[in-house]
């Protein structure tokens, strides 16, 4: 079991599994009933691809956001996490290729394949 306190955690560059930059965090949460770290309150680098997502989906823009510790996937010199899906774009979404739809281009008939 990994211990850190808590208060190295502020000011670290928080990233998706996408390598994405999401913003630093600016607080950690605690849930007081259980004793866990319930998340990390994140702010918002306005260049973040998040930040543009959440500004054109929501009302207003969002400082800062609430990343609930079960998707904290590592945390060293920077963080890792996971992103809603909601809120990935197409293209940070990668298809397995047993998953992938096959395309029969245009001008070859399934005989020329």
């Known amino acids: 079991m990994a211990v850190c306190n808590l208060t190295e955690l502020v000011g ?6 996408n390598a994405k930059f999401v913003g630093k965090i600016d607080d ?14 994140v702010g ?3 260049d973040s691809f998040l930040s543009k997502a959440i500004a054109g989906s929501e009302a207003g ?6 990343i609930p510790y079960k998707e904290i996937i590592a945390a060293d010199d920077i963080i ?3 992103v ?3 809120y990935e774009r197409p293209e940070d979404v990668q298809t397995p290729p047993d998953e992938m739809d096959e395309v029969i281009l245009p001008g070859v008939g399934e005989e020329g394949i």
Request: hydrophobic fraction near 35%; charge should be positive; proline fraction near 3%.
């Open 61 to 66: 823009a969002r400082k800062s956001i609430l």
């Open 28 to 41: 950690t949460m605690l849930d007081t009933e259980k004793g866990n770290l319930y998340g990390v309150a």
């Open 84 to 86: 809603p899906k909601q």
């Open 44 to 46: 918002l680098s306005k």
């Open 12 to 17: 670290k560059d928080v990233f998706t599994r």
């Open 80 to 82: 890792l996490v996971t």
